[in-house]
């Protein structure tokens, strides 16, 4: 990986200038977003995440994107309003990115290349082809709430499919297992 994961440049939802170095030390739940998704939910199982462990250190960093069959039109300022309005998001929030495809965030080139398959990954690739969607390259996000968790040195350690919730025992294992490192 040419850049750390904490030197790429990313924006904050309203546009300031950023990247994750602040976060140096948390442990990180990445995960792209998207308002008009059917697993739009999620954030609500995110936040709550998000406040029960964010004292032990962890941070949920939502990226909205709109890769997958237009889930996320808005713009930051209307996805912020959405997000607040519709599921009282207090975790942090970026501005929209690509996460997938030619024009991928360098992000998301990084999270990707670090860990290219994702666990439960499977089914819900199954489920997309019911809907007449084919998925592609494996390595590649997969759907909108696709999750990669990095350690407290900023290392992505695990990979989970979008429809693993946040409350899936999984990835809340996985979560517990880093903070308690």
């Known amino acids: 990986m040419s850049t750390p994961i904490y030197d790429i440049p990313v924006n904050t939802i309203d546009g300031v200038p950023a990247n994750l170095a602040q976060y140096r030390g948390k442990v990180l739940l990445v995960v792209n977003v998207a308002s008009k998704c059917g697993l739009t939910p999620q954030y609500t199982g995110l936040e709550s995440l998000y406040q029960d462990k964010r004292a032990a250190g962890l941070e949920v960093l939502g990226f909205p994107a709109n890769n997958f069959k237009g889930q996320e039109p808005g713009s930051d300022e209307e996805i912020k309003s959405f997000c607040s309005t519709s599921y009282d998001v207090h975790f942090p929030l970026f501005s929209k990115i690509s996460v997938t495809g030619e024009d991928k965030h360098p992000l998301y080139a990084a999270l990707t290349e670090a860990q290219p398959s994702a666990i439960g990954d499977g089914p ?58």
């Not at 946040?166 to 996985?174: G, H, I, N, S």
């Open 124 to 181: 819900f690739r199954e489920r997309l082809k019911g809907y007449g969607i084919e998925s592609g390259d494996p390595v590649e996000v997969l759907w909108n709430f696709e999750k990669f968790l990095l350690n407290r040195n900023g290392d992505v350690v695990a990979r989970f499919a979008p429809d693993v919730a946040a409350d899936d025992p999984r990835l809340v294992a996985a979560i517990d297992a880093e903070l308690a490192k």
